[in-house]
């Protein structure tokens, strides 16, 4: 049987310590980190992370934020600033130990998502 992106990731207990790592590497990421620094509520912000990572993933976790034309509008993000967001989570997913299959998984979702966030 075919597992989803959701258990090859963990399971919403994998997602979380994903997101913690990604938020952690945000925030020191040269390129980003003053976006993330900025943001009001960052618990909210990670809680919104898990649950689009973990709804996106085929987990059974409803994603209650914006869509990601609606959430990114705006903000003018840069191809740069995409690809350094990218990067960081490339890198949480090396750290908890997710296969390069998953990785490139989820690398072709976020790239899907790439004309809602850049320059929108």
């Not at 994998?14 to 960052?42: W, Y």
């Not at 059974?60 to 840069?78: F, R």
């Amino acid at each position: 049987m075919t597992t989803t992106i959701y258990e090859r990731l963990g399971g919403a207990n994998g997602i979380a310590r994903m997101v913690d790592d990604i938020m952690a590497a945000h925030l020191v990421n040269p390129i980003v980190k003053t976006r993330f620094e900025n943001i009001q509520d960052l618990d909210r912000a990670k809680q919104l992370a898990r649950e689009f990572f973990c709804a996106g993933a085929g987990g059974p976790e409803t994603y209650t934020g914006k869509d990601m034309l609606t959430a990114h509008k705006g903000m003018n993000i840069s191809e740069q600033e995409y690809l350094a967001v990218t990067d960081d989570i490339v890198g949480a997913m090396v750290k908890q130990g997710v296969s390069e299959e998953t990785r490139k998984d989820v690398i072709a979702i976020l790239y899907s998502l790439k004309d809602q966030i850049i320059r929108v």
